[in-house]
């Protein structure tokens, strides 16, 4: 049983620990001392009891009971108390709370009462779960004999719900559940607990009026069952394993028909469950001594997934080929090659369509290589290939097949609605130029291997006699590491985010640094990956919250208005004590929890990444932004994304890069873009070097970009020095007469807005027709350069739809047509009162544009 605490006094929490850690079975998950903090735990890990004090401070303990019931929690709730008024006890008791402690007892046996909930132990609990391992049932897939008798069940009885359930030391698993979604439920709430201590057929015709069960949460809540009865299943060594028992919403009871049915029927489990059993054993003894020999033999030597030969055979076959080329003065190459970022499939998809993605790499492998090549899987995502027969130059032809090998990895795997594209990190010893023996040759092509993996994965590195350098540093770094973090090298460089559409700032991005007193700056991909293996992230993770929140609070000090700072976290540390962590940290430097937002990454959607995700909703509840990180290049469902509560989705660097000229990317910008906005969400596009890329984003919609374009990542006095220029320019341009220059094509504006850069104007520039005409400044302009072609509204719709105002600005007309469409135009909006001071053709110079806008050259 789960357990939660609420209590501000820590001598009764020891007193509770003391009385409740006598039983196994009790799991005190937190002990927690105030409203907030009582209520986001709750929540977020749905305990199945709950001990909470009334006179919290600050709060109260009758808000959180109500904010917990309102929530369809159905946690079991003990009041502690010294004493409680007849208006508080109805209003508790009307919260549907399971009992009363009395906090003044000096005796732990009143806490006690809360082991009375747990169903009674069977006199042989050990033997009855042998029994029940025995018969190999637990948690095997859903079977079609044991499904007809749940349907059977259900109509002999006229029930809704039927389950067969296997009762194990903690928990109530079900082989076969016929109108009820659970799986599996603790055994702590599980009405079958009970009626494996009998032999007879158990039934209670209202759970919410017995007193075992009246609170038990699957009365009180979803699926709010009523009726219960249920047949133990003995089987023939008298141990009962689980029941048959059928469920309904409804208080009722059985017929005397009804019930000898579901005995019948328990019967019929126990012979399918034991006959399961002796035809397993009968199987075994069947096969023999000699199947089991060989069966023994292709375990020793094969991988038993992807059918390749293991470690024990690549070793053995390695052996041999040092032998033969010894003996025959020739070279091979051997091949460490692991997949890039596999751990990510694992985590997002299961390891289920994991090993689907290592079969189908496997046989891609095998198709690459020549017949006359091994390959094989050593571990995990860890392969090995033996090229032999190569020429004196063998490492170019090692690195070519390298090269095959990866380019046939970047295929796509369609796998679960997604195309998964793979890579690998290759690293490459010759022999016997990097070693004659086994024991070199295996360690000198595993550090190239590492080096491939720091240049950033996706290539090639054949082993030199540098890397071993590298190493030594690498095993260096983690030691000084420790130092680092104690010593405060470990810093935060900020990026801007500007908003694509109006030029302003959207936020920053903290980005770790180790500002190493003898290496220089490093960047994270030099440290973080060992402060995981040191478990020192979340220490890392804490100090960058703890900087960028005092960098921000201090901008606002300077005058410096930065909506928010973006931090990096990682599913290791999105536990119920960062949440507190955030919030402490926010209301220690007086930040609105808005002004921070929290950068994660689709790993947090691991199968076991309910707690992390059950943190981020309460930050996002408390007002805290969320951002997915990289979105694109990880393998999560659409599906499974909607489990976090987003703000925002970033959209990954590879698509951005080739954005202007690969229509793929561009059609996945777009479509990411549109379902983000959809689903009321901001879009961020990482990485944007050009201003090509720039104009691309504006123009499918994009809300922010971040990249080289506008800055780099800068140290926190760096980054206040730019946004003192950037304040600066602001406020004198504030005081410039303006001119407005629109046209569909980015660089081109750029190109008009420095040929006036040097004049006593302030330049707006707009790539859309709409956007110009949302400008506050329209009818202000000195003048508006203004292109025909904007594909988002026809020159002419622009003028019919003209802001008020705008005819009392000299448009100076812009095109590449004829200049006789160009004339046309003119001449219709002189006719609507628009004054016209010039028209110039594209490509035009710095003196035409001058003369037309009315400056002298």
Same mark, same amino acid.
């Not at 290939?385 to 369609?414: E, G």
């Not at 200049?819 to 003196?847: C, E, L, M, N, Y």
């Given at each position: 049983m789960?357990i939660?605490i609420?209590?501000?006094?820590e001598?009764i929490?020891?007193?509770i620990?003391?009385a409740?850690g006598?039983?196994?079975?009790? @799991?005190?998950m937190? +002990?927690?001392?105030? =409203? ?5 735990l709750? #929540? &977020?890990?749905?305990?199945?009891a709950?001990?909470?004090d009334l006179s919290?401070s ?6 959180v009971?109500?904010? +917990?019931?309102q ?6 709730v003990f009041?502690?108390t010294n004493? $409680?008024?007849?208006e508080v006890r ?5 919260l549907?709370i399971s ?5 003044s007892?000096e005796?732990?046996?009143?806490f006690?009462?809360?082991l009375q909930?747990?169903p ?7 033997? !009855?779960?042998q029994?029940?391992?025995q018969?190999m049932?637990?948690d095997?897939?859903?079977?079609e004999?044991f499904?007809?008798?749940?349907r059977?069940?259900c109509n002999a009885?006229?029930t809704?719900?039927?389950? /067969?359930?296997? +009762?194990?030391k903690?928990?109530q698993?079900f082989l076969?559940h016929?109108?009820l979604?659970? !799986?599996e439920?603790?055994?702590?709430? &599980?009405?079958?607990?009970y ?5 007879q057929?158990m039934?209670?015709?209202d759970?919410?009026l017995?007193?075992?069960?009246a609170d ?12 219960y009865?249920?047949?133990p299943? $003995?089987l023939?060594?008298?141990?009962a ?5 059928v469920?309904d919403?409804q208080?009722?009871q059985?017929?005397?028909? @009804?019930k000898?049915?579901l =005995? ?5 489990v ?5 006959l399961r %059993?002796k035809v397993?054993l009968?199987e075994r ?7 089991a020999?060989? !069966?023994?033999?292709?375990?020793a030597m094969?991988d038993s997934?992807t059918?390749l030969p293991?470690r024990l055979?690549?070793?053995?076959r390695?052996?041999q ?6 003996r025959e003065?020739s ?12 751990k990510l499939i ?12 290592l079969q189908?790499? &496997? ?16 571990a995990?995502d ?6 032999c027969?190569?020429?004196d130059?063998a490492?170019?032809p &090692?690195?070519?097949?390298a090269?095959?090998i990866?380019?046939?990895?970047? #295929?796509p795997?369609?796998l679960e609605?997604?195309?998964?594209h793979?890579q690998?990190s290759?690293?490459?010893?010759i ?9 070199d040759?295996?360690r000198h092509?595993?550090l ?5 993996k ?8 054949a082993y030199?006699p540098?890397l071993?350098?590298? %190493?030594?540093r ?6 000084e590491?420790e130092q680092a973090?104690e010593?405060?090298?470990? /810093?935060?460089?900020y990026?801007?985010q500007?908003d694509?559409?109006?030029g ?8 770790a640094?180790?500002?190493h007193p003898r ?12 402060a995981e !293996? ?7 993770g804490a100090r960058m919250?703890?900087?960028?929140l ?9 005058g410096?208005a930065?909506p928010?700072v ?7 540390e999105?536990n119920p004590?960062?949440?507190e962590?955030v ?5 220690k430097?007086? #930040?609105? *929890?808005?002004?921070?937002e929290?950068e994660?990454?689709?790993s947090?959607?691991?199968?076991d990444?309910?707690?992390a995700v059950g ?6 509840n408390?007002g805290?932004?969320i ?5 694109g290049s990880g ?6 994304l909607?489990?976090?509560p987003?703000s925002t989705?970033?959209?990954d ?5 080739e954005?202007?000229n690969?229509r ?5 910008v777009?479509a990411v873009?549109?379902m983000a906005?959809?689903?009321g ?7 944007a070097e050009t201003?090509q @890329?720039?104009g691309v984003?504006?123009q ?5 970009? @971040?990249?080289y $374009?506008?800055?780099r990542p800068?140290?926190a006095?760096a ?6 220029e950037r304040?600066a320019?602001t406020?004198?341009?504030?005081l ?11 660089e081109m ?7 006036l ?7 707006d520039?707009f790539t859309t027709?709409?956007g110009?005409?949302a %400008?506050p400044? $329209? ?12 594909p ?10 003209a802001?008020?105002g ?6 100076v007309?812009v095109s590449?047509? *004829?200049?006789?469409v160009v004339d046309?135009?003119a ?5 609507q009162?628009f004054?016209?001071?010039?028209t ?5 110079t ?7 806008v009315?400056?002298?050259?």
């Amino acid at each position: 049983m789960k357990i939660v605490i609420v209590e501000d006094s820590e001598l009764i929490s020891s007193q509770i620990i003391r009385a409740l850690g006598i039983d196994p079975r009790i @799991q005190i998950m937190r +002990v927690v001392a105030s =409203e907030r903090e009582a209520i986001d735990l709750i #929540l &977020a890990l749905k305990p199945d009891a709950v001990l909470l004090d009334l006179s919290l401070s600050p709060g109260t303990g009758l808000a959180v009971l109500a904010k +917990v019931r309102q929530a369809g929690i159905g946690s079991r709730v003990f009041v502690l108390t010294n004493s $409680v008024e007849d208006e508080v006890r109805q209003r508790c008791e009307a919260l549907g709370i399971s009992g009363f402690y009395d906090k003044s007892s000096e005796s732990e046996d009143c806490f006690r009462k809360v082991l009375q909930l747990l169903p009674p132990l069977p006199d042989d609990e050990d033997l !009855r779960l042998q029994a029940l391992y025995q018969t190999m049932l637990l948690d095997a897939p859903e079977q079609e004999e044991f499904d007809a008798i749940t349907r059977l069940a259900c109509n002999a009885a006229g029930t809704p719900m039927a389950l /067969i359930s296997l +009762v194990d030391k903690d928990r109530q698993w079900f082989l076969s559940h016929r109108g009820l979604q659970l !799986r599996e439920t603790s055994r702590s709430i &599980a009405v079958c607990a009970y009626t494996i201590n009998g032999r007879q057929l158990m039934e209670v015709p209202d759970l919410g009026l017995d007193a075992r069960f009246a609170d038990n949460p699957l009365v009180v809540g979803d699926p709010r069952l009523r009726f219960y009865a249920g047949m133990p299943l $003995v089987l023939e060594s008298g141990q009962a394993v689980g029941t048959l028992c059928v469920l309904d919403t409804q208080a009722r009871q059985l017929s005397v028909q @009804q019930k000898f049915a579901l =005995e019948a029927l328990a019967h019929c489990v126990v012979v399918q469950m034991e006959l399961r %059993s002796k035809v397993s054993l009968l199987e075994r003894e069947v096969k023999g001594r000699h199947a089991a020999e060989q !069966r023994y033999h292709v375990l020793a030597m094969q991988d038993s997934l992807t059918q390749l030969p293991n470690r024990l055979a690549l070793l053995d076959r390695l052996g041999q080929q040092i032998r033969t080329s010894a003996r025959e003065a020739s070279r091979f190459a051997f091949l460490f090659i692991d997949l890039d970022r596999f751990k990510l499939i694992n985590d997002s998809l299961g390891h289920e369509a994991g090993d689907t993605v290592l079969q189908t790499v &496997a046989h891609r492998l095998t198709q690459t290589l020549r017949e006359s090549d091994t390959v094989a899987r050593l571990a995990g995502d860890e392969f090995a290939a033996i090229l032999c027969n190569l020429p004196d130059d063998a490492q170019a032809p &090692a690195l070519a097949m390298a090269q095959k090998i990866n380019a046939s990895l970047r #295929l796509p795997i369609h796998l679960e609605g997604t195309d998964l594209h793979l890579q690998a990190s290759i690293g490459i010893a010759i022999y016997p130029d990097h070693g004659d023996n086994l024991r070199d040759l295996m360690r000198h092509a595993d550090l190239a291997m590492y080096q491939a993996k720091r240049e950033g994965g996706g290539c090639s590195v054949a082993y030199a006699p540098t890397l071993e350098v590298n %190493s030594s540093r690498l095993l260096m770094l983690e030691d000084e590491l420790e130092q680092a973090l104690e010593q405060g090298e470990i /810093i935060a460089h900020y990026q801007p985010q500007l908003d694509l559409q109006k030029g302003a700032l959207y936020g920053m991005e903290a980005l770790a640094r180790w500002q190493h007193p003898r290496l220089g700056l490093l960047g994270p991909d030099h440290f973080i990956p060992l402060a995981e !293996r040191r478990a020192m992230i979340r220490r890392i993770g804490a100090r960058m919250l703890e900087l960028s929140l005092a960098q921000i609070a201090q901008w606002d000090v300077q005058g410096h208005a930065v909506p928010k700072v973006a931090v990096n976290a990682c599913a290791l540390e999105l536990n119920p004590g960062y949440l507190e962590m955030v919030l402490r940290t926010l209301k220690k430097y007086g #930040l609105a *929890p808005q002004r921070l937002e929290i950068e994660i990454t689709e790993s947090v959607l691991c199968p076991d990444g309910e707690m992390a995700v059950g943190v981020l909703r309460a930050l996002r509840n408390a007002g805290v932004q969320i951002a997915v990180d990289d979105f694109g290049s990880g393998y999560s469902s659409l599906g499974q994304l909607r489990k976090l509560p987003l703000s925002t989705l970033k959209i990954d660097r590879s698509f951005v890069s080739e954005i202007v000229n690969n229509r793929a990317d561009c059609t996945i910008v777009d479509a990411v873009v549109k379902m983000a906005h959809s689903l009321g969400l901001h879009t961020v596009a990482e990485g944007a070097e050009t201003a090509q @890329q720039l104009g691309v984003l504006k123009q499918l919609g994009c809300d922010a970009v @971040q990249g080289y $374009v506008h800055a780099r990542p800068m140290a926190a006095l760096a980054c206040s020095a730019w946004l003192d220029e950037r304040t600066a320019a602001t406020r004198s341009d504030v005081l410039l007469p303006r001119i407005a220059v629109v046209d569909d094509e980015l660089e081109m504006v750029q190109t008009v807005a420095a040929m006036l850069r040097d004049t006593p104007y302030a330049v707006d520039e707009f790539t859309t027709a709409r956007g110009f005409l949302a %400008s506050p400044h $329209v009818g202000n302009y000195h003048c508006t350069i203004l292109d025909l072609s904007l594909p988002d509204l026809d020159f002419f719709d622009l003028i019919a739809q003209a802001a008020p105002g705008l005819n009392q600005s000299p448009l100076v007309l812009v095109s590449g047509h *004829p200049q006789a469409v160009v004339d046309v135009a003119a001449t219709v909006a002189r006719s609507q009162g628009f004054i016209v001071s010039d028209t110039i053709h594209k490509p035009f110079t710095r003196s035409q544009l001058r003369a037309a806008v009315g400056i002298p050259a």
